[in-house]
């Protein structure tokens, strides 16, 4: 009965140690797992002007996302952030999707540069600007630019060469074509070589861009790009093609079908709703729709508004609810030599909100203004704004204005507010695919373990062959 004991006590020894070796393994596979990027936000730990969220380091002061970890696969940029920083995403060579939740405005240069396996990017509503180079390298499906984000020039307003360069697209769409928000070239994008790409204009046809660099892409550009179709939603096809057009100076264009239409909208559905969308933004507190109707939020909006845009003549300007002062500014932070008056703001309609208690019109040029019911401060009378108790004129112009309206109800300037996404964890690799980062001395160590296990068990086999 002994020999058997001692045959199934050195097998159990072996086993014992075989399991020993494969959780060491599998241990140190997740000490790979968790170290894994780590260089990449070293600078970052430990120093408390910043968080590590879900590998992403957060300076805390700006709610800017300042750096990714190298070997996420799959990000979502959490709730909260304002900013994707300057170069945050350059050094993900194997980052694949990102999610950009409902909170971010800005993208800084170079955001995600060189990220050359990133095939799918969701920009969310609140993104404001995006900078020269963002996408530089990247090979995307589909690129969704938002409605009212605007593509910031790298050398100046003419020159809006950069926040595309160099960036491979199949599907490049843009959910509003308002002259403010396209650039005004398109040379650098590269588009597949089969000629399968896309130009996707989800309104009516843009008329402040330079038609002369979409052909110049056209033709091969100078980057090589293949040649493209312009698309459009099958209700604008009266204003793209009347007639049953099929080009566009010079360019190829054609219906969506509704089942292309649907794809693209079940990629990012919030980027197609709410056709006359505002976007709510604390700084600077102003924002423009699709139809150049512009809307103030705040008094330090209307003087950001002031200062930034200079006899920029729109439709409808619109001061929401809870502004109760409206003053002119000059342009006190620019060249005292370019600017050395007050802005002058062109429009044709204006409209006042029920809070307003003091206003100060002057240079601003108007068709018709509108004063919201329930008004119990001004009142407008015959294009002046007056005290409506006392008849004290608040404000009137210095020149004869047109006829104005009376306690107009004002349509409303509240933007509508979608609800965020709730923010997922990042992907990292399988365990499987880090099974060759192991460190030697752990495999050396594992291999003579089992070894010595094994002699053992040969011996006492041996051993238990000579007894008898």
């Known amino acids: 009965m002994k020999q058997p004991l001692r045959r199934k006590q050195a097998w159990f020894v072996l086993f ?10 599998n241990t140190s596979r997740a000490e790979e797992e968790n170290q894994s990027g780590d260089d990449n936000l070293s600078f970052y730990k430990d120093n408390p002007d910043y968080k590590i969220l879900d590998g992403l380091a957060i300076e805390i ?3 800017t996302l300042k750096m990714c970890r190298a070997d996420a696969r799959s990000v979502t940029v959490p709730k909260g952030v304002k900013t994707i920083g300057f170069d ?14 409902e909170s971010v405005k800005l993208i800084e240069s170079g955001a995600f ?17 995006i900078h020269p180079y963002a996408f530089f390298g990247c090979n995307l499906d589909t690129l969704i630019i938002p409605r009212n984000t605007r593509l910031v020039p790298n050398l100046g307003q003419s020159e809006w060469y950069g926040v595309l360069d160099a960036c491979r697209v199949k599907t490049l769409v843009f959910c509003g074509t308002d002259g403010l928000f396209l650039p005004t070239t398109f040379g650098n994008i590269i588009f597949p070589a089969d000629g399968s790409g896309r130009i996707v204009f989800w309104g009516n046809p843009p008329e402040y861009i330079d038609v002369s660099g979409l052909q110049f892409n056209y033709k091969g550009g100078e980057v090589e790009s293949g040649t493209f179709t312009i698309c459009y939603p099958a209700q604008f096809a009266d204003a793209w093609a009347p007639n049953g057009e099929t080009e566009w100076n010079g360019l190829p264009i054609r219906a969506l079908s509704w089942a292309e239409e649907q794809k693209l909208i079940q990629k990012a559905p919030k980027l197609f709703s709410d056709e006359d969308r505002t976007d709510v933004t604390e700084d600077p507190g102003w924002s423009f729709d699709q139809y150049n109707n512009v809307t103030i939020y705040s008094e ?4 950001r508004y002031c200062i930034a845009n200079w006899e920029l003549e729109i439709n409808d300007l619109r001061f929401a609810e809870g502004v109760d002062f409206i003053l002119e500014y000059f342009n006190v932070d620019s060249d005292e030599g370019m600017y050395p008056g007050p802005s002058e703001i062109v429009m044709k309609r204006l409209l006042l909100p029920s809070s307003l208690t003091k206003a100060n ?9 509108i ?11 015959n294009g002046r704004l007056i005290d409506p108790d006392s008849g004290d004129i608040i404000w009137e112009p210095t020149e004869p204005a047109a006829e104005q309206t009376i306690s107009t109800p004002v349509p409303s300037a509240t933007p509508v507010l979608l609800p965020a996404d709730e923010p997922t964890r ?24 089992v070894v010595a296990a094994a002699v053992v068990v040969a011996a006492s086999i041996q051993k238990k062959k000579f007894s008898k």
């Open 61 to 63: 002061a700006t709610n």
């Open 426 to 449: 990042i992907q990292q690799p399988g365990l499987q695919e880090e099974a060759n980062n192991l460190k030697p001395w752990i495999i050396a160590a594992c291999v003579a373990v």
């Open 300 to 303: 330090e909006g209307w003087y």
């Open 113 to 129: 540069q060189s990220c050359e396996s990133l095939r799918s990017i969701i920009l969310p509503t609140t993104l404001e600007e």
């Open 16 to 25: 014992i140690c075989v399991l020993f070796c494969f959780g060491t393994m």
């Open 88 to 101: 945050a995403f350059e050094e993900c060579s194997m980052l694949q999707s990102v999610l950009v939740s």
């Open 361 to 369: 019109l002057d240079h601003m040029i108007f068709q018709e203004m």
């Open 371 to 381: 004063m919201a019911e329930g008004n119990r401060y001004v009142a407008v009378d």
